[in-house]
């Protein structure tokens, strides 16, 4: 991943399970989001600290044994104070995570592209806590920490983004994720262009999609691009399609057109290998 950064915008794409990860992988991206929203949204519930963090670090670890691209972790606020982040920081370690993402919102948060949805934001001093424990929790810097301001999702203002996201650079964050839910990128754009620190930043353009990599290039400021949410809702569309079709068909067959084939989902599945496994080592096959 730090490679990655160094020669280019890393795109990552959302997931909620390692099935979606894979196809994310084998889409091109260079890395995949293990998203809080998605996750959520899987489970059928608001993406407001609802699911616990055993229930998303195993999601992580299921994804980091089935890609070979790098996890992006979302860790929401860190499940607790600084003690609670090394904690977590440990586990996502071990469980195989290139990079975990900490944002500077109370806990419980609520989700941040919601309108009218009320966001408190801990103190500068106490996030800085936040980060140096995640920095000092990891076994080594092959695991990046984000850190990431929601000050103008919460409607604090520019200066108090770029005071907030030059607070966790200094604390040593490898990268700066600033979110916005404005429907333009102007904010976006304003915070790119007025960034006056080495740490690169990251971004999550689901509010402002006319936002493409040509601009963002342009900017220089930001090495990774976040699609937060496409994974969860190219699957909901794809489903609801498929569900109405067998509905008003009374049978599968014009479903069976559009959805992927049954081999499609056992080469997913890795079941080549499994049933090469199956002739290496079941070896009283035909005995009676
Ligand atoms: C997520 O995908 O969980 C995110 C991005 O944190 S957002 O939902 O836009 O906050
Ligand atoms: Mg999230």
């Known amino acids: 991943m730090r490679e990655r950064l160094a020669t280019g915008i890393v795109q990552v794409m959302a997931t909620h399970s390692p099935l979606s990860a894979r196809l994310a992988e084998e889409a091109g991206f260079d890395a995949v989001w293990a998203s809080g929203f998605e996750l959520s949204a899987l489970y059928g519930v608001p993406d407001a600290s609802l699911l616990s963090f055993s229930q998303h ?11 070979s691209i790098p996890v992006v972790a979302d860790l929401d606020t860190g499940h607790g104070n600084a003690l609670n982040v090394r904690h977590v920081v440990r586990q996502y370690d071990r469980a195989g995570a290139g990079a975990v993402v900490l944002e500077d919102k109370t806990f419980p948060k609520a989700t941040s592209l919601l309108p009218g949805a009320r966001h ?3 103190g500068t001093a106490e996030f800085q806590g936040k980060l140096a424990a995640a920095l000092d ?3 080594s810097d092959r695991l990046l920490v984000i850190g990431r301001t929601e000050a103008l999702i919460a409607g604090l203002g520019l200066e108090e983004a770029l005071a907030r996201g030059r607070a966790y650079a200094e604390a040593g964050a490898d990268l700066i994720l600033v979110h916005s839910k404005r429907p333009e990128p102007d904010e976006i754009v304003a915070f790119a262009e007025r960034w006056d620190r080495p740490t690169p930043l990251a971004i999550v353009p689901t509010a402002y999609p006319s936002l493409d990599l040509t601009r963002i290039a342009e900017l220089r400021t930001i090495r990774m691009v976040i699609y ?3 994974a969860i809702r190219a699957s909901v569309a794809a ?14 067959a014009r479903a069976d057109r559009t959805v992927a084939p049954l081999e499609e989902i056992l080469r997913l599945q890795g079941m080549d290998e499994h049933r090469a496994a199956e002739r290496r080592y079941l ?3 035909g005995e009676p």
């Open 228 to 230: 937060g949410n496409h």
């Open 239 to 252: 489903m609801r399609d498929a569900f109405a079709t067998i509905r008003a068909d009374g049978g599968l």
């Open 137 to 139: 929790a990891r076994s």
């Open 283 to 285: 070896t009283d096959q």
């Open 57 to 67: 670090l195993e999601m992580t670890r299921a994804i980091a044994e089935r890609v």
């Open 120 to 122: 408190e934001l801990i």
